[in-house]
């Protein structure tokens, strides 16, 4: 009677075990996965404005017309904890994409994610090995403004401002890459 | 009279035409391309081109290369080169070859300009200008504060004096006053040149009156497709259009109320020299487009080289050579960035 007690509970920790090993292979797969997705998205950002300097001239796309001026950053992230249940707590990201410059408390792309539900998303969406690039947080709740169209109309009027650095009629090549370094900012808030 | 320069341009230019002939030959070939694409690193590519025009250039440069290195350099030979020929250029001839580096010089303006906006250090700035188009003035560019005090202070002595009459205010200069202030004194330069090359007369009127309508078109074009989604409006868009070319002025009505690349197209397809451009692109897609407007460019260009007696030829051999310092940039980055499968996405082979 104990012995079968004894083999029942082993075979309970091994099929624990079994299981934190899976997850942590799971995990790591996962993590591999993101690791490429950003680095292929990375890469491409990098040649896509590559090509705008080619486009446009390297006097029109570099460092030197970069703003020195004191200015709100569009995106940010905030990180917290939250009870998740007794002795346990787990970290919410808040993701503010795009905020206005003149209303920063308008936030026209925002996210939150408790740890859980990102592990989750990671695992449903990418589960195999994809090089392209990874799919943008979408607006779970676009509880700050109205219509998504106006979101939408917004957010590309601060991509715009943002690039306005580098004159405001830019090639399509500059707003490609600037799409994929915001990809590959999402990218790796998932990481 | 046209068809006569035989007998008179040897008096005067027929020397410079000898030596701008013997740059030409020294262009990059396709072998050259070749063996530069298949370069594992930027020190592969200085190795290459040290057997080159470009060797003296670039030999005494230390390691690690960067593509800005290689871009830097190179453009220095064109500046030698450039300064060779206007020493020994009479007139009109020095004139038209001024007439070459405006267009640098206004880039170098608005660079000037645009840093200063950002509390950028002017000596930061000053390296960061194309040599073809330095002033003397032009480190005071920085104390402006709108456009009529650039004009007045600085400006008023120098070749693009003419072209300001039209954008002359005193609004305070930002992003969108500046790209205005760039595009009218584009637009008010090639009219400028065009009527200068006009009133040249006879082989160099002809083919430069088709290098410079092609160029209005193009800007035409890229000022419709950069300006889609951005707070320009269509009047603006319309008043920066140039007013020559084979799209002026229905082209450019058109233009002006597109909205997005395919109704760009459907403008420019009814233009038979651009229907070639434009069919070798797919719908709504406008990454080759400048590719395709390079390697049409580079036709009518080295066209230009097979009439003797004009200075288009002049005009031609510098563009070429900005257009290899292009494809030289885009390989280096390539190889750079080990993304050697993409290299052939914007190089324009010129022979």
């Known amino acids: 009677m104990e012995s079968s007690k004894n083999g029942r509970e082993s075979n309970e920790e091994i099929s624990e075990k079994d299981e934190n090993i899976l997850s942590f292979l799971d995990s790591m797969d996962t993590y591999l996965t993101l690791m490429d997705s950003l680095s292929s998205t990375l890469r491409q950002g990098w040649l896509e404005l590559a090509s705008a300097r080619h486009s446009m001239g390297a006097s029109r796309i570099n460092s030197t017309l970069l703003d020195l001026k004191f200015h709100r950053a569009s995106t940010t992230l905030q990180v917290n904890e939250q009870s998740a249940g007794p002795d346990r707590e787990l970290p919410h990201f808040t993701l503010r994409k795009w905020a206005s410059s003149n209303n920063p408390e308008k936030n026209f792309e925002e996210a939150k994610f408790g740890e859980d539900e990102l592990l989750k998303i990671k695992s449903n969406s990418l589960r195999r090995r994809d090089t392209s690039q990874s799919s943008e947080i979408q607006a779970r709740s676009p509880e700050s403004v109205g219509t998504p169209v106006s979101v939408d109309d917004l957010a590309q009027r601060e991509r715009s401002k943002s690039l306005s650095m580098f004159g405001t009629l830019v090639s399509p090549k500059l707003r490609a890459s600037q799409v994929s370094f915001e990809t590959g900012t999402v990218a790796t808030l998932f990481i | ?351």
């Not at chain 2, 233009?255 to 690349?261: G, K, P, T």
């Open chain 2, 1 to 351: 009279m046209y068809g006569f320069e035989a007998l008179t341009f040897n008096v005067h230019g027929g020397y410079l035409e000898a030596i701008v002939r013997g740059y030409r030959s020294g262009l990059l070939t396709a072998a050259d391309y070749n063996n530069l694409c298949q370069c594992e690193s930027l020190e592969d590519i200085k190795m290459h081109l040290s057997a080159t025009e470009y060797g003296p250039y670039l030999q005494n440069e230390p390691s690690p290369l960067h593509t800005t290195t290689i871009v830097e350099k190179c453009t220095l030979k064109l500046v030698d080169e450039y300064k060779q020929m206007l020493c020994q250029a009479t007139e009109p001839l020095s004139t038209f070859l001024e007439y070459i580096t405006y267009g640098h010089m206004i880039d170098n303006v608005v660079l000037i300009v645009t840093g200063t906006l950002h509390e950028r250090d002017v000596q930061e700035l000053l390296e960061k200008c194309h040599p073809l188009g330095m002033f003397d003035s032009i480190a005071t560019l920085a104390v402006a504060q709108n456009m009529r005090e650039l004009y007045r202070l600085v400006l008023v002595d120098t070749p693009l004096a003419p072209y300001f009459s039209e954008c002359i205010t005193s609004e305070d200069l930002d992003d969108m006053n500046i790209e205005i202030m760039r595009n009218t004194l584009y637009k008010a330069y090639l009219q400028d040149f065009y009527r200068f090359c006009q009133k040249l007369g006879g082989a160099t009127s002809e083919i430069m009156s088709d290098i410079l309508a092609f160029e209005a078109d193009r800007r035409a074009v890229n000022i419709t497709i950069n300006s889609i989604g951005t707070e320009l409006t269509r009047d603006d868009r319309r008043k920066l259009y140039s007013n020559f070319g084979l799209l002026y002025p229905y082209g450019h009505e058109e233009l002006a109320i597109s909205e997005d690349i395919d109704q760009v197209r459907g403008v420019m397809e009814k233009y038979p020299p651009y229907q070639s451009i434009f069919s070798k692109l797919s719908y709504g897609e406008s990454q080759m487009l400048d590719k395709a407007f390079y390697e049409e460019e580079v036709k009518r260009l080295c066209l230009a080289f097979e009439q003797q007696f004009h200075y288009g030829v002049f005009f031609a051999y510098m563009r070429l050579r900005e257009q290899e310092i292009r494809n030289l940039m885009w390989i280096s980055e390539c190889v750079a960035q080990n993304q050697k499968s993409r290299v052939h996405d914007s190089v324009v082979f010129i022979f």
